[in-house]
T-cell receptor, first 115, second 114 residues
Framework: AQSVTQLGSHVSVSEGALVLLRCNYS??????LFWYVQYPNQGLQLLLK??????LVKGINGFEAEFKKSETSFHLTKPSAHMSDAAEYFC?????????????FGTGTRLQVTL | GAGVSQSPSNKVTEKGKDVELRCDPI?????LYWYRQRLGQGLEFLIY????????KSGLPSDRFSAERTGESVSTLTIQRTQQEDSAVYLC????????????FGEGSRLTVL
């Protein structure tokens, strides 16, 4: 079974500041890990994914995440926040079985960016 | 179409009525998923299909909920005798079987039960 825990349901940063959204996972098998973003009144879209290749994964809009097996973490970062980054961010995990399996989502972190 | 299409986008119904929500996945995507998102909450897994069969329907909240998929394409989520707690956005997603789990989401069907 897989699960993810997102620490902090709301995060507020100033424009230009570092963004750090935390995600810890639990998985009985090697995981695939994902970050999805949901902008207001829109569907979810993939930001980035870890699929057992490079542990540092770069995604769209300047976001990146690092898979740390020892810490069971997959935190999302961006060096400099922009107002357009305000959205809900979801971490998700699935089993790396080579076939489709369900994606289990965290409860989400709402990112607020202030001037 | 190019993306996952869901209908209706909005549905208001009275308590006790049945509703059907439809999902058209991306062409060629053999895996299809249903999730529920209540206001201010995360995504709750309901069911997923590989082809027309459902290996995992563990997330269906009660026997009032059912889903089917035909032709490895369109899926319908049916909620019978709706209750107010069923109010939520129902999201459908599809993916390539054997892919690294990347799901492509529709914009959802917002259900309001009065």
């Amino acid at each position: 079974a897989q699960s993810v825990t997102q620490l902090g349901s709301h995060v507020s940063v100033s424009e230009g500041a570092l963004v750090l959204l935390r995600c810890n996972y639990s998985s009985s098998v090697p995981p695939y890990l994902f970050w999805y973003v949901q902008y207001p009144n829109q569907g979810l879209q993939l930001l980035l994914k870890y699929t057992s290749a490079a542990t540092l994964v770069k995604g769209i809009n300047g976001f990146e995440a690092e898979f740390k097996k020892s810490e069971t973490s997959f935190h999302l970062t961006k060096p400099s926040a922009h107002m357009s980054d305000a959205a809900e961010y979801f971490c998700a995990v699935s089993a790396a079985t080579g076939t489709a399996s369900k994606l289990t989502f965290g409860t989400g972190t709402r990112l607020q960016v202030t001037l | 179409g190019a993306g996952v299409s869901q209908s209706p986008s909005n549905k208001v119904t009275e308590k006790g009525k049945d509703v059907e929500l439809r999902c058209d996945p991306i062409s060629g995507h053999t895996a299809l998923y249903w999730y529920r998102q209540r206001l201010g909450q995360g995504l709750e897994f309901l069911i997923y299909f590989q082809g027309n069969s459902a290996p995992d329907k563990s997330g269906l909240p009660s026997d009032r909920f059912s889903a089917e998929r035909t032709g490895e394409s369109v899926s319908t989520l049916t909620i019978q005798r709706t209750q107010q707690e069923d109010s939520a956005v129902y999201l459908c997603a599809s993916s390539l079987l054997g892919g690294a789990g990347e799901l492509f989401f529709g914009e959802g069907s917002r259900l309001t039960v009065l």
